[in-house]
């Protein structure tokens, strides 16, 4: 083989695994920083994994919103008309939190009933839904889906509610 041609290959090879590597880092990096939209559905058939972070959404059931009065501590159960499970949260909860409204939550599924949320997201106003939890609600059936922003929800969901 020719010495030009030897050195272009090992060029065009160091290229090529340079680039591997570098794929490969971005993926792992990416992998860990996914998080996954779960049903209280899907998360109640065992679809969701165990121990992962992931956002899930449903309704905050009406009478389950337990809050201890000597730390932030709030526990709640979250649903979508088919599946449910309680999600515990330690913090200031959204100014729009109430029994009945849609919420997303993030955090780690830690039992198919248990859900330990580092942060909750309340809607801005009465009419919008985020089209997640829109969607699983219709399929579910929920009476709580009529409820949604039929204009399709341009607004988005923040911590503080504004």
Do not use: W
């Amino acid at each position: 083989m020719n010495p030009v041609r030897k050195q272009r290959l090992l060029v065009v090879l160091a290229v090529l695994i340079g680039l591997g590597i570098a794929c490969g880092l971005m993926f792992y990096a990416l992998r860990q920083n996914i998080n996954l939209f779960y049903t209280p559905q899907q998360i109640a058939s065992g679809e969701a994994p165990l121990d992962a972070q992931m956002r899930v959404g449903g309704l905050v059931e009406p009478g389950t919103v337990i809050r201890n009065p000597d730390t932030l501590d709030v526990t709640f159960g979250l649903t979508d008309g088919k599946g449910r499970f309680t999600v515990h949260y330690q913090g200031i909860l959204p100014d729009l939190f109430r029994e009945g409204q849609g919420i997303v939550a993030n955090g780690t599924l830690v039992s198919r009933t248990r859900f330990e949320a580092e942060e909750v997201l309340a809607k801005h106003d009465e009419t919008y839904m985020p089209p997640e939890v829109q969607e699983a609600l219709e399929k579910a059936g929920h009476p709580g889906a009529s409820k949604a922003d039929p204009k399709g929800g341009d607004k988005e969901y923040t911590p503080s509610g504004y």
